[in-house]
């Protein structure tokens, strides 16, 4: 009986703390645009509240401060962006299909989502200065750059012709690339995209010169 109680216990407690953070989700959801456009040095919880559907009494219990809802609210959003080029790896079946997937949809997240990656962005830089950000910040860059890598190894595996260069380097020069893009894109130059995509293609013909 005792045990059945503490089994029983144990599981209530889970759907709570699964009820919980699933509230944190759509909270951080909601609150993104509003973070991505104010960006985390002008940005408070009594802010994001006065620019959104919910209180601050609301978001101060379910956030400890800003930096937990802003690290929630990013986390949200880039474990999206680190899926969102598995299609293109899984359907593209030549080297050339997958480049025209791959620089086609760098392009259009660089103009769709730019405020989104701007914060993104922003944080990152915060994270040299505020300590709590580290490690989230390593582990989100971590997996975008295992997103690189595996977009580089199926275009070496359609090319027919292995890569040598370590998966910090690749993201590295993938990552500045779109960065200096998107500074372009914000700063209003209409040929942001175009110069992206040229970019890539440019760099991927240095990765593999055979498939060029």
């Known amino acids: 009986m005792a045990s059945a109680a503490i089994e029983q216990l144990e599981?209530?407690?889970?759907r709570r703390l699964d009820k919980f953070n699933e509230r944190r989700t759509e909270l951080a959801q909601a609150a993104l645009q509003t973070l991505s456009e104010l960006g985390y040095a002008r940005t408070s919880l009594r802010e994001i509240?006065?620019?959104?559907?919910?209180?601050?009494g609301v978001l101060h219990y379910y956030f400890a401060d800003k930096v937990d809802l802003i690290m929630c609210c990013v986390r949200h959003y880039k474990a999206q962006c680190v899926t969102r080029y598995d299609h293109?790896?899984?359907?593209?079946?030549?080297?050339?299909e997958m480049?025209?997937?791959?620089?086609?949809?760098?392009?259009q997240t660089l103009t769709d989502e730019a405020?989104?990656?701007?914060?993104w962005y922003d944080l990152r830089a915060q994270s040299l200065f505020e300590p709590a950000f580290r490690a989230d910040v390593a582990e989100i860059d971590k997996s975008l750059q295992d997103m690189i890598w595996r977009i580089i190894a199926r275009l070496a595996e359609l090319a027919g012709a292995p890569q040598t260069l370590p998966p910090p380097l690749l993201y590295a020069m993938f990552d500045g690339l779109f960065q200096q893009a998107l500074l372009k894109h914000l700063s209003g130059d209409a040929g942001a995209a175009a110069e992206l995509q040229a970019g890539i293609r440019l760099l991927l013909s240095r990765i593999f010169p055979a498939a060029a």
Request: hydrophobic share 45%; no cysteine; aromatic share 8%.
């Open 88 to 96: 293109i790896i899984a359907s593209a079946s030549s080297y050339d």
């Open 11 to 14: 599981r209530s407690q889970r």
């Open 115 to 119: 405020t989104l990656h701007r914060l």
């Open 99 to 107: 480049t025209d997937g791959f620089v086609a949809a760098m392009a």
């Open 49 to 56: 509240a006065q620019n959104s559907a919910f209180s601050h």
